[in-house]
């Protein structure tokens, strides 16, 4: 027999009870939750290839988001860009097209801010980016326009097609695909007879059109080539004259660019006589100007070197003498940072070392300080990039102040206490604000740091050659020692310091 019914009333009324708390508690929890939104601009970010960017996210409201799971993918291909998660980065997933360009700015997560930062765009760096935080918020979706404006156009002529000439443009460098007009001395648009365009390895595009000139043609024959994205564009011009043609440049942030030709050879109705007395006379005038290039080229180059190995005696004399030891500070190695065993190198590794977190440090970029210390007098000290060569390579070499920042973003520039060259993406260039591109090919690879703590210069000497790489002047040591400073964010190399002399 069951129960009498007055007896189970009691359990399924204390049953229902706690069922109907369980879910307002859960109804709560969801709509706290629910109130946490992750939010990003509203507008496209446009950028520059070959400059840095920061991608903006933040949790609406403001909240703590050092212990969450945050992730950037690209949304076309749902791969990671960056995942960070209780405080630590992971690479494991990261795509390669990213490795040491991506950074998640740390000093912002107090406050709810999870922008990112890509360093050095490719045009590939181009689309949508997701923002994602754990799997219990929505998500926020920033758009990136990653453009370059090219080169000016040049303008050639081709044979002879269709009764005239046949003329082309050409621009290199540009992203996205640009367009290309053409326009006659009324400014009325003229259709191409062809157009091309192809990439390069770096995804950049260069395009190419061309018209044919006639003989009734006379006046300005313009090509344009304008940036898709940007209010940029570049133009030459070819004057089309009763005498002569002349190709010339205009627009913005455009060289002038001239050829004199002759219109004899533009049309079939010229004159054999003409035509013989045109090339005569262009060909002697070539000659007599490449003679006075040559000659005064020749003066130019050996004045130079005369210049140049005054300079390198002494620097010869000097370096030998000015020449210090420099050991690397294990205390202030990044943890991804592995020194030998007698502080004379370092490599970078992906996986972190196990090392105390002192405020001695560098917790964010992969960083190190020279034990030594400078206040006065003249140093140099030799260092030796060794290992794989390539492109994508990220290393730098300089000094810094002992008080420079260990700790989250760092401005490695003098302004933040750093006097530096570093290369990156291929390109050689120094630390200034803004950065100044060094243009030596091959990139030296065994470099001289030359310290004047009299004159407070900073320079930086090519080994191999003596020739000088850059020099910071007037640099405001404010009284501070001077360390030396490193950093190194790729496999493969690793930075060493050697007594040598030039």
Same mark, same amino acid.
């Given at each position: 027999?069951?129960? #009498?019914?007055?007896?189970?009333?009691?359990?399924? =009324?204390s &049953?229902?009870?706690?069922?109907?708390?369980?879910?307002?508690?859960?109804?709560?929890?969801?709509?706290?939750?629910?109130q946490?939104?992750?939010?990003?601009?509203?507008?496209? +970010?446009?950028?520059?290839?070959?400059?840095?960017?920061?991608? #903006?996210c933040?949790?609406?409201?403001?909240?703590d988001?050092?212990?969450?799971?945050?992730?950037?993918?690209?949304?076309?291909?749902?791969?990671?860009?960056?995942?960070?998660?209780?405080?630590?980065?992971?690479?494991?997933?990261?795509?390669?097209?990213?490795?040491?360009?991506?950074?998640?700015?740390?000093?912002?997560?107090?406050?709810?801010?999870?922008?990112?930062?890509?360093?050095?765009?490719r045009?590939?760096?181009?689309?949508? *980016?997701?923002?994602?935080?754990?799997?219990? *918020?929505?998500?926020?979706?920033?758009?990136? /326009?990653?453009s370059?404006?090219?080169?000016?156009?040049?303008?050639?002529?081709?044979? *002879?097609?269709?009764?005239?000439?046949?003329?082309?443009?050409?621009?290199?460098?540009?992203?996205?695909?640009p367009?290309?007009?053409?326009?006659?001395?009324?400014?009325?648009? +003229?259709?191409?007879?062809?157009?091309?365009?192809?990439?390069?390895?770096?995804?950049?595009?260069?395009?190419?059109?061309?018209?044919?000139?006639?003989?009734?043609?006379?006046?300005?024959?313009?090509?344009?080539?304008?940036?898709?994205?940007?209010?940029?564009?570049?133009?030459?011009? $070819?004057?089309?004259?009763?005498?002569?043609?002349?190709?010339?440049?205009?627009?913005?942030? =455009?060289?002038?660019?001239?050829?004199? $030709?002759?219109?004899?050879?533009?049309?079939?109705?010229?004159?054999?006589?003409?035509?013989?007395?045109?090339?005569?006379?262009?060909?002697?005038?070539?000659?007599i100007?490449?003679?006075?290039?040559?000659?005064r080229?020749?003066?130019?180059?050996?004045?130079?070197?005369?210049k140049?190995?005054?300079?390198?005696?002494w620097?010869?004399c000097?370096? #030998?003498?000015?020449?210090?030891?420099?050991?690397?500070?294990?205390?202030?190695? &990044?943890?991804?940072?592995?020194?030998?065993?007698?502080?004379?190198?370092?490599?970078? /590794?992906?996986?972190?070392?196990?090392?105390?977190?002192?405020?001695?440090?560098?917790?964010?970029?992969?960083?190190?300080?020279?034990?030594? /210390?400078?206040? /006065?007098?003249?140093?140099?000290?030799?260092?030796?990039?060794?290992?794989?060569?390539?492109?994508?390579?990220?290393?730098?070499v300089?000094?810094?102040r002992?008080?420079?920042?260990?700790?989250?973003?760092?401005?490695?520039?003098?302004?933040?206490?750093?006097?530096?060259?570093?290369?990156?993406?291929?390109?050689?260039?120094?630390?200034?604000? #803004?950065?100044?591109?060094?243009? $030596?090919?091959?990139?030296?690879?065994?470099?001289w740091?030359c310290?004047?703590?009299?004159?407070?210069?900073?320079?930086?000497?090519?080994a191999?050659?003596?020739?000088?790489?850059?020099?910071?002047?007037?640099?405001?040591f404010?009284?501070?020692?001077?360390?030396?400073?490193?950093?190194?964010e790729?496999?493969?190399?690793?930075?060493?310091?050697?007594?040598?002399?030039?």
């Amino acid at each position: 027999m069951g129960l #009498p019914l007055c007896c189970s009333r009691p359990s399924l =009324t204390s &049953h229902a009870r706690g069922l109907l708390t369980s879910l307002f508690t859960l109804l709560f929890l969801w709509l706290g939750s629910a109130q946490l939104r992750v939010e990003g601009p509203d507008q496209p +970010l446009t950028a520059t290839v070959g400059q840095d960017v920061v991608l #903006p996210c933040h949790l609406s409201p403001q909240r703590d988001a050092h212990t969450l799971d945050v992730r950037w993918i690209r949304d076309d291909s749902s791969e990671t860009v960056h995942h960070y998660r209780n405080g630590e980065d992971l690479y494991g997933e990261q795509m390669e097209a990213y490795a040491g360009r991506t950074e998640l700015a740390r000093d912002g997560l107090s406050a709810g801010s999870l922008d990112l930062r890509i360093t050095g765009l490719r045009p590939s760096d181009d689309g949508q *980016y997701v923002c994602t935080v754990g799997d219990a *918020y929505n998500e926020a979706i920033v758009e990136l /326009e990653v453009s370059a404006t090219g080169a000016d156009p040049h303008l050639s002529l081709g044979g *002879y097609e269709a009764g005239g000439v046949r003329v082309l443009c050409r621009s290199a460098g540009w992203y996205p695909l640009p367009q290309l007009l053409w326009r006659d001395a009324h400014g009325q648009h +003229l259709p191409s007879v062809s157009q091309t365009h192809s990439q390069d390895q770096e995804g950049l595009f260069e395009i190419e059109s061309a018209v044919i000139m006639t003989g009734s043609a006379e006046g300005p024959l313009s090509c344009v080539v304008r940036s898709s994205r940007l209010q940029q564009e570049r133009e030459s011009s $070819l004057h089309i004259a009763g005498t002569n043609s002349t190709a010339r440049g205009r627009g913005m942030e =455009t060289q002038p660019f001239s050829l004199c $030709l002759f219109s004899a050879p533009f049309f079939h109705n010229a004159q054999p006589l003409i035509v013989a007395l045109a090339l005569v006379l262009v060909l002697l005038a070539l000659s007599i100007g490449l003679g006075v290039y040559l000659f005064r080229k020749k003066a130019a180059q050996s004045r130079e070197l005369d210049k140049q190995a005054a300079e390198l005696a002494w620097r010869r004399c000097l370096l #030998p003498h000015k020449s210090v030891k420099v050991t690397l500070d294990p205390h202030t190695a &990044h943890s991804q940072l592995v020194l030998s065993q007698d502080n004379s190198s370092v490599r970078w /590794e992906t996986q972190k070392q196990q090392v105390s977190d002192t405020s001695e440090r560098f917790d964010n970029q992969c960083c190190v300080l020279g034990r030594e /210390e400078f206040r /006065e007098g003249r140093h140099c000290w030799l260092v030796v990039v060794e290992g794989k060569r390539g492109k994508y390579l990220w290393w730098a070499v300089g000094v810094a102040r002992a008080s420079v920042k260990r700790k989250g973003w760092i401005d490695m520039s003098p302004e933040g206490g750093i006097w530096a060259v570093q290369y990156n993406e291929g390109q050689l260039m120094s630390l200034t604000s #803004p950065r100044t591109p060094l243009s $030596l090919s091959p990139v030296p690879t065994r470099i001289w740091v030359c310290l004047d703590c009299t004159q407070q210069q900073v320079s930086f000497i090519n080994a191999d050659n003596g020739v000088e790489i850059f020099t910071f002047t007037a640099a405001s040591f404010n009284g501070e020692s001077i360390h030396p400073w490193f950093r190194l964010e790729t496999q493969g190399i690793q930075l060493c310091l050697r007594d040598s002399t030039l």
